[in-house]
């Protein structure tokens, strides 16, 4: 849709605590791929979260939407955001951030690899989740903080389900189905939230008019947490509300090794979009070059694979190929994955073995 470019600016926002490792890790996957496919990339450093904050007085400074918004696309680690001093100026960029640039659908891929730990081989499903709206109180975007206290024993939490935000996150997962096995299954309770639930669902089914060729099937949330367990083989690409979604995203990552196999994109309408990981900062294995690099190099990969195919940019389609090529030779052996998946490799290590596994020089 937009003409083609040839190169991609791309923002690198560390994060907190794990966040200085993985992202770099992630920036140093995506620049030896990039090198061989012959991708031009500009790299730009936004500093966001507590260093931010030390050094520049804010974890968001000044500039940075303008910043961003001038960009193809970023990568953003990990925010700290419940230890940060409770000062104005110590804000959680993600909500800001996702609202801003109208990143509504949260796509969250749940793969098995042998050997790592999977309780299941073969899963292979995308879950979409709404990014915007529901129940998230920050992220409230109708009710401001969208919860309230009319008296001291009682309070009310206010989630927000529009036709709009529903019908943008059911498109968003309609045309990632049509990629892939072309069935879509939409999760919601609308047996019980019959207004919010059932509006949700009718928006996703006058989206399906335009996708004829995808099946569509609906699953009630509790049976899907049971399903995911039993028989997560059985789907391919899943759309629901923002905490559902949240849920079920974290038990989709159980399922295949935990948070560290767990890749996020946030994607809007537009061609910007955000590599973010699922896990937190994790500040239990900080500094300790244990984290597993996975999600935040796969959300990385995401995010090239994306760019690629929105701006008819070969060389960047090309560039996720070759990074998922080194993923999958360094998860396939024990000594170049982290402790987390059964192995017994330092991040570093993992880091060189998916370089190795690349075939490029690290
Ligand atoms: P948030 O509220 O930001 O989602 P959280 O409370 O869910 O944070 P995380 O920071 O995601 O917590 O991590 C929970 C635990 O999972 C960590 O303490 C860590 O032990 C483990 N973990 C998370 N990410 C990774 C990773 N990339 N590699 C290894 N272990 C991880
Ligand atoms: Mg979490």
Redesign the pocket.
């Given at each position: 849709q937009t003409a083609t470019k040839d190169h991609l600016r791309i923002g690198v926002l560390e994060g907190d605590d794990?966040g200085h490792e993985?992202v770099p890790a992630s920036v140093q996957i995506a620049k030896a791929a990039a090198a061989v496919t012959g991708l031009k990339i500009e790299w730009v450093d936004v500093p966001i979260g507590r260093r931010a904050l030390d050094q520049l007085g804010h974890t968001m400074p000044e500039g940075t939407l303008e910043t961003l918004g001038g960009l193809d696309g970023w990568i953003l680690g990990?925010?700290?955001h419940?230890e940060y001093p409770k000062v104005p100026e110590a804000i959680n960029p993600h909500p800001i951030l996702r609202k801003r640039f109208d990143l509504f659908a949260n796509v969250r891929p749940t793969r098995s690899f042998p050997d790592i730990g999977c309780l299941h081989d073969d899963i292979d499903m995308v879950i979409v989740r709404e990014n915007n709206e529901g129940f998230q109180p920050d992220r409230n975007v109708v009710m401001g903080s969208g919860e309230f206290r009319p008296t001291h024993d009682v309070t009310i939490s206010v989630r927000v389900i529009t036709v709009e935000g529903s019908s943008k996150v059911a498109r968003a997962a309609f045309e990632i189905a049509r990629a892939r096995k072309k069935r879509l299954t939409l999760v919601h309770k609308n047996t019980v939230y019959k207004l919010g639930c059932g509006m949700f669902v009718d928006s996703c089914y006058e989206v399906a008019k335009d996708f004829p060729d995808v099946t569509v099937d609906e699953v009630i949330v509790d049976t899907m947490a049971m399903r995911l367990v039993r028989d997560p083989q059985s789907f391919d690409t899943i759309v629901t509300t923002n905490m559902f979604g949240d849920i079920l995203t974290?038990e989709a990552a159980g399922l295949v090794g935990?948070?560290?196999m767990a890749p996020g994109l946030c994607i809007g309408r537009g061609s910007i979009a955000m590599a973010q990981?699922?896990?937190?900062?994790?500040?239990?294995?900080a500094g300790k070059n244990?984290?597993?690099?996975?999600?935040?190099i796969e959300s990385t990969r995401m995010l090239f694979d994306w760019l690629g195919r929105r701006h008819g940019l070969e060389s960047a389609v090309q560039a996720s190929e070759l990074m998922k090529q080194g993923i999958d030779a360094a998860l396939s052996d024990p000594a170049t994955r982290?402790p987390?998946i059964r192995g017994t490799a330092s991040q570093s290590q993992m880091i060189e073995g998916i370089l190795a596994g690349m075939d490029v020089p690290n």
């Open positions: 794990i993985v990990p925010i700290g419940r974290d935990g948070l560290g990981a699922t896990h937190g900062s994790a500040p239990d294995i244990i984290a597993n690099p996975f999600a935040m982290t987390d």
